[in-house]
């Protein structure tokens, strides 16, 4: 079809010098004779099929011709004629190049930023987000955060849901301690109890004594030591939770409370409630005590300790990202020892 188009402009082309150098009496008499065929034309035809090229050929001679001789020279309309003109226009001017029209979208980085901040914020609007966005150097515009959150399903921050069970947990979580007794047998089968109490936010574990007679008194006393031994971090606490053993009495929660730390009672039977201090529990069997012998109350307090010791220092804990408790940033990192050159040698317990 192009090959086509080409080769009739071209014979047109050819024809226009011929034209130009004949008579203007010749031009006009053959005009005449051209229109009076084509009158005879239209009335034959009742349709007159195009090509490809005529429309061409049609549409470029029209800017030639003033439009008042329109309908004189051409067989179709003047309307017509403009459309084959438009098209032709619509086909050089496609802007195929321009390929993105309208602003370049948001980063995927950025959707899946602002869908965490309004996840682990629940009272932020999309104008507050915005702001947030702004300080890190993000420009976005908060009609866009909109249509983020809108798109994602978030509700707007006054109807939205409060927070999950797992950030109210997590928040609580940092003024929370947790007690309960772990008991262990000595060679001789006498039953030592051991009071423990880990907090919930760092994963700090306290052994508060051992004894074969655990009392009321004893328990109390045991209270007022690790009050002691907090000292200012005892402002931190709000809360403690422990099981409804006969052991915690009234004077026992009152040193607490002392400090505004209110009592919190597990359900009966149901150690899934005070989870991480079980969990504290049973590594302290899995890991000590089910692998030494225990003489007596004495061994026990002192390897205990050193256990605790080790799981404070030293032991990562998955819930604050692989830190011990008593960590407040990772590590730095140090360099690789050389197995090749150096060998490492293991060190008794100072408690074995």
């Given at each position: 079809m192009p090959l086509s188009i080409v080769a009739a402009l071209v014979r047109d082309l050819i024809k226009v010098p011929a034209a130009v150098l004949r008579s203007r009496?010749?031009?006009d008499a053959e005009v005449l004779a051209l229109r009076h065929e084509n009158?005879?034309?239209?009335r034959q035809i009742a349709r007159v099929r195009y090509e490809s090229a005529d429309r061409i050929r049609s549409a470029v001679l029209s800017r030639l011709i003033p439009r008042g001789r329109w309908r004189q020279v051409f067989a179709v309309t003047p309307t017509t004629l403009l459309a084959w003109h438009r098209r032709l226009v619509s086909r050089k001017w496609t802007f195929t190049e321009r390929r993105h029209p309208g602003r370049p979208p948001t980063?995927?980085?950025v959707k899946q930023l602002i869908l965490r901040l309004v996840r682990e914020n629940s009272t932020w609007g999309h104008r507050r987000i915005q702001g947030e966005l702004a300080r890190l150097g993000y420009s976005v515009a908060p009609s866009t955060v909109w249509e983020i959150l809108r798109s994602a399903g978030v509700d707007p921050a006054p109807h939205r849901s409060g927070p999950p069970w797992r950030q109210s947990l997590t928040t609580q979580a940092h003024g929370t301690i947790a007690a309960d007794f772990l008991h262990l047998d000595t060679v001789v089968l006498e039953r030592l109890y051991a009071l423990v109490f880990i907090e919930h936010g760092t994963r700090r574990l306290h052994l508060a004594g051992v004894t074969v007679h655990p009392t009321a008194q004893?328990?109390?006393?045991?209270a007022r030591n690790l009050a002691m031994t907090l000292g200012c971090r005892m402002d931190s606490l709000r809360f403690l939770l422990?099981?409804?053993d006969a052991k915690y009495t009234d004077a026992f929660d009152a040193v607490f409370q002392a400090d505004d730390v209110q009592i919190l009672l597990s359900p009966p039977q149901a150690p899934r409630a005070n989870a991480i201090c079980e969990r504290a529990v049973g590594t302290l069997r899995?890991?000590?005590?089910?692998?030494?012998?225990?003489?007596?109350?004495?061994?026990?307090?002192?390897?205990?300790a050193e256990c605790i010791r080790h799981y404070n220092q030293h032991r990562p804990h998955q819930s604050?990202?692989?830190?011990?408790?008593?960590?407040t940033k990772p590590p730095v990192p140090t360099n690789v020892t050389d197995l090749q050159?150096?060998?490492?040698?293991?060190?008794p317990s100072s408690a074995a």
């Open positions: 009496v010749a031009k009158a005879v034309l239209r980063a995927p980085t004893w328990t109390v006393q045991q422990w099981d409804r899995r890991e000590l005590l089910d692998r030494i012998l225990i003489h007596n109350e004495v061994h026990a307090q002192a390897v205990l604050r990202r692989q830190l011990s408790s008593d960590s050159a150096r060998r490492i040698q293991r060190q």
